[in-house]
């Protein structure tokens, strides 16, 4: 299994940012995929999820209306739209997906890719 983060970088306050993370070693239709992001000096959040099909998203307060998930499932990759970039949204992206494999449930993070936004 692979998750491989890009499109993180350096970004003034009010622009825009795409994330891509893509995917392998599993079925990547079947699964909901999430991104996770750690701020300096704190523990790591949800940012946004989105079902197997993207039929259904999820979104925390702080970047709700700001950001939209979305997957190309014919790629194997979910994306992360990031809008209206604010100095607190600087930290590192990460993928997950949680996987049924065998008899049991994995954790599967990416490596992360970083954004920040400063002016």
């Known amino acids: 299994v692979q998750l491989v983060e890009s499109g993180g970088g350096f970004m003034q306050p009010g622009g825009s940012l795409r994330l891509s993370c893509a995917a392998s070693?599993?079925?990547?239709?079947?699964?909901?995929m999430s991104w996770y992001r750690q701020r300096p000096g704190k523990e790591r959040e949800l940012v946004a999820s989105i079902t197997s099909i993207g039929s259904i998203t999820d979104y925390a307060d702080s970047v709700k209306g700001r950001c939209s998930i979305s997957r190309d499932n014919s790629k194997s990759t979910v994306y992360l739209q990031m809008n209206s970039l604010k100095p607190e949204d600087t930290a590192v992206y990460y993928c997950y997906v949680y996987l049924f494999l065998g008899d049991n449930w994995y954790q599967y993070w990416g490596q992360g890719t970083q954004v920040t936004v400063s002016s």
């Open positions: 070693g599993f079925t990547f239709s079947s699964y909901g």
